[in-house]
């Protein structure tokens, strides 16, 4: 067996799988290892939302992130392919971001205003139209924002394609390889430590989730992630109910291939465990049939439960330590790792190879000041 690799990623969601990938193509050498099976956590509970418009965002280098992840997905899904034989289920046909109230018509009236004067597009639809375009949308809909270019994708098949991926272009991955520790010598990486033994290594790039490991601590690195349970179900219709992604507060719905319907989620904050409790599903259910009352005929498929990571400023962490020559960090992506997983590769092979990042990332760096009022709060070891 080969112990020695330029780069070792630690962590096989979307995001070690996706860095595990940009870093192959650039014909380095790779180990990606995963502690239980790849996309184990939260990159296959998600609905695989590419809602670059449709999530909120505040943070203006987000929303640039976001959107120039989401640009990527049409020409990475036929290059995955073409390596690896997965169809990541991309789906391009926008989201219809519905308002039930008064307030909400006015806030995404201005939502609007601020995506058309960014040069995107976002279109009003009256009650009427949203109901022509999906015939299933209830009578207490009273309008929305229709965001063309929000598709979505499978998310478990997007993180497995690029692992698969990787694997064909030469990357090694190793399942049921837990990494316990991160080795350093005169403040440079010089490996790892595994459940397995020793792996040589330059370069350490941690892309663990919400993973309680003490990997960063050890090294005196304080990067707080705090998990954020989200809960979800899916139903199957012979015909679907709807074309394109409904997205409501507190509720969306996502249709997939096969007549099925994936409805999420909720917000558990710091929750560790990944039950699927009755009350989280019963309060989606309630929201799904108030969105979609036609949803009570369908058949029950599913329910699930996973983590996302969470940071104290809902930023996520992309960069090199300070102070640790070649300890990379790429986590923290909450609500949008799906999304943000192609572009978050690319940034993080251009920071390994010394080039500057193709989009601005500063805003992500690991020594930005976090909100201090939040730290004690939600920070979790
Ligand atoms: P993970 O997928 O959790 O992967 C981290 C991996 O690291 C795990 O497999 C873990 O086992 C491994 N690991 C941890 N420690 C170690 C160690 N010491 N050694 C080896 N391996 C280790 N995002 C979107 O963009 N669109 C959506 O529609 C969407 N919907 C969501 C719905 C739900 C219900 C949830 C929970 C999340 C959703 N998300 C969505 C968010 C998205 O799923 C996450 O942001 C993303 O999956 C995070 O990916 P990750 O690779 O950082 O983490
Ligand atoms: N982005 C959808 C979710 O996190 O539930």
């Known amino acids: 067996m080969n112990t020695s690799y330029e780069i070792a990623i630690i962590g096989g969601g979307v995001i070690g799988s996706s860095i595990a990938y940009h870093l192959a193509k650039q014909g380095q050498k790779v180990i990606l290892l995963e502690k239980g099976s790849l996309a184990q956590g939260a990159s296959s509970a998600a ?6 418009q449709s999530e909120e965002q505040e943070s203006e280098a987000f929303f640039h992130l976001a959107r ?15 390596y690896s034989g997965i169809d990541i289920g991309l789906v391009s046909k926008g989201t219809l971001k519905v308002a039930l109230t008064v307030e909400q018509v006015k806030a995404y009236q201005k939502l609007i205003s601020f995506h058309l004067r960014a040069g995107e597009q976002a279109d009003w639809i009256s009650e009427n139209e949203a109901r022509t375009m999906e015939p299933h949308l209830s009578d207490q809909i009273l309008g929305g924002v229709y965001i063309e270019k929000d598709g979505h994708v499978q998310a478990p098949k997007l993180s497995l394609a690029f692992a698969k991926s990787a694997a064909v272009l030469g990357a090694v991955i190793r399942e049921f390889a837990e990494v316990r520790s991160v080795l350093t010598q005169n403040g440079s990486i010089i490996g790892i430590e595994t459940n397995e033994g020793r792996i040589d290594c330059e370069r350490v790039v941690v892309a663990t989730g919400t993973g309680r490991s003490d990997l960063l601590a050890q090294l005196g690195l304080s990067l707080p992630i705090f998990p954020v349970k989200g809960e979800c ?6 015909a679907p109910l709807l074309q394109r992604t409904v997205f409501a507060e507190g509720c969306y719905l996502v249709p997939k291939a096969g007549g ?3 409805v999420g989620a909720t917000m558990v904050e710091r929750s560790f465990e990944r039950s699927v409790s009755v009350a989280g599903i019963t309060s989606l259910l309630m929201e799904a049939r108030r969105l979609v009352p036609a949803i009570a005929n369908a058949t029950w498929e599913s329910a699930w439960a996973g983590l996302r990571p969470q940071t104290p400023d809902g930023l996520p962490y992309l960069g090199e330590a300070a102070g640790c020559k070649g300890l990379y960090v790429a986590c923290g992506h909450f609500r949008n790792g799906i999304l943000l997983s192609p572009i978050t590769g690319e940034v993080m092979a251009d920071l390994i190879a010394g080039k500057p990042p193709r989009v601005p990332i500063d805003a992500f ?7 201090a009022a939040n730290l004690q709060e939600k920070a979790v070891k």
């Open 47 to 52: 609905a695989g939302m590419l809602g670059a």
């Open 68 to 82: 120039k992840s989401r640009e990527l997905f049409p020409l990475l899904a036929t290059e995955l392919k073409e």
């Open 233 to 238: 179900f899916s139903v199957t219709t012979h």
């Open 260 to 262: 099925r319907l994936v």
């Open 365 to 371: 760096r690991l020594d930005r000041t976090l909100a």
